[in-house]
Each structure stands twice: as C-alpha cells, then as structure tokens.
C-alpha cells in the first residue's frame, strides 16, 4: 500500500505523485533499516502497560460483579491478542504487567466472591422457606444452574470457604427436609 503526503486534516493534495513516490520510499526503507538493525520502538510496549493500568483501574473501581466480569472479560480478549504480538517488552514493563494484571484479577475475585455470597445465602433461605417437595425441586433447579454459572470463580480466602461450605451444608439440610428425606 501506499501513502499520500496529504494534509492530514483536509486530505487536500499539496504534494505532486513523485514526491509521494519519493515520501513511500524512504518510509520503507527506515522500516527495513530498523528491521535489519532489529531495532523497535517502545512505543507499543509503553500503551500496552498503559492500556493494563487502565483495565486493572476500572476493574478496581466496579462496584458489582457484573462490572468487574465485563471488565475480566474486554481484558481477557485484550491479552489474547497480546498474546499473538511481536512487541518487545522489558523485564521492568514484564513486571508491571504481571503486578497490575494481579491486582485487576484480586478486584474482579472480591466482586465475584462478594455477589456469590449474596446468591449462596439467598439460595439458602429459599430452600429454607420449602415446605412441600415441589419447592425444593424448584430451588434444587436453581442451585444446579448457579454452580454451573459460578464453578470457574475462585476465592483465596479460606475464611469465605469456610462460610460458604456451611452455608451450603444448611442449604442441603434445607432441602433433604422439604423433599422428606429426614
């Protein structure tokens, strides 16, 4: 492809073709100079560590699970094209990188955890309020749905494994007394 050396803000012509000509060349031949001399700019790199700041910002500043995974989710698809980048990055910019994709994931995990607390308990004081079989059938249905939709979310605080397995373990006792099975 080719490039003109228009105005860049009106695209008027103020360049006769051979100076464009001329313009193309000397632009392909720094790119194959600096490509010889296995030079790249830091440019790239410097906006990606940028753009990772940013995710790891908004991510921190969400206040509701559905917030931060939309978040997770635009930065997963963001370092998936990292991922397939030639862009040279040095171990400091590495570094920042690793820590600020640590954070953005620590705030994505409190959110989560937060909302699958409120839907542990909720689903617990549903099975709770069962008196009959066919309103544990019910909750049954809903609790299967809920762990598949959270069975990839992670929690490092053992305290909150703690609270959430017995959360659970009433929540089945709940249930096994609606169906009769005591």
Request: with cysteine.
């Amino acid at each position: 492809q080719t490039a003109t050396m228009n105005d860049p803000v009106v695209d008027v012509e103020t360049w006769p073709d051979d100076l464009d000509a001329l313009g193309n060349y000397e632009v392909a031949r720094m790119a194959a100079c600096m490509t010889a001399a296995r030079y790249s700019p830091s440019a790239p790199a410097v906006m990606m560590v940028r753009r990772i700041a940013a995710f790891r910002e908004h991510a921190c500043a969400c206040e509701d699970a559905a917030c931060a995974s939309r978040v997770w989710t635009v930065f997963r698809d963001f370092v998936h094209t990292l991922e397939r980048s030639s862009t040279p990055v040095s171990e400091a910019q590495r570094q920042t990188l690793r820590t600020d994709s640590e954070a953005l994931g620590r705030c994505v995990r409190a959110q989560q955890n937060a909302q699958l607390m409120l839907d542990l308990r909720g689903l617990r004081a549903a099975a709770c309020a069962c008196a009959d079989p066919a309103c544990a059938a019910d909750v049954q249905d809903s609790l299967d749905r809920w762990v598949e939709t959270v069975r990839d979310i992670k929690t490092d605080d053992p305290g909150q494994k703690d609270v959430a397995t017995e959360l659970a373990n009433e929540l089945l006792a709940c249930l096994a007394r609606a169906r009769g099975d005591d």
